[in-house]
């Protein structure tokens, strides 16, 4: 009975919201799609080399990555936060073999119980994109 007791709940919810009418109800959805596809749009291009809700294209990048290290050299607050976890900036400098190491700086939520695990000096382990080896991920 729980999705009936919803359904109820619901009803009762809704009857309190103010209904637009008809050509108004039609404007806002075409007004709420635009802005659901702006965005999406916006999404991707900040998210390009990013992960993927889709594990499979996950478990692909990873796959198709090359294996490497990182050592901290930095930790940087960004001042951004997703609810109450903190958004870094990790200077790394990636190790990955037959090449020299270089610098990247790799953008990381990290909870405060694991801010010990990404001090300066710290290694870890990376897989890196083989084609804009800038772009790196943990694993």
Known sequence: MGVLDDMGRL?????????????DGIKKAADAAEKANEFRAA??????????????VNAAAMNSAI???????ALTDTGQKFETTTIYDVSLDVTIDGE???????RQMIAAAALGN??????????????????????
Do not use: C, E
């Open 118 to 139: 990404w001090q300066p000096g710290k290694v870890i382990t990376l897989r890196v994109d083989p084609v804009d080896k800038t772009k790196v991920m943990l694993g």
């Open 43 to 56: 999404s991707a291009a900040a998210q390009a080399g990013a992960p993927s809700a889709n594990p499979f």
């Open 100 to 106: 020299a190491p270089y610098s990247v700086v790799h």
């Open 11 to 23: 009803w009762d919810a809704s009857k309190n919201n103010p209904r637009p009418g008809f050509a």
């Open 67 to 73: 294996r490497g290290s990182g050592v901290v050299t």
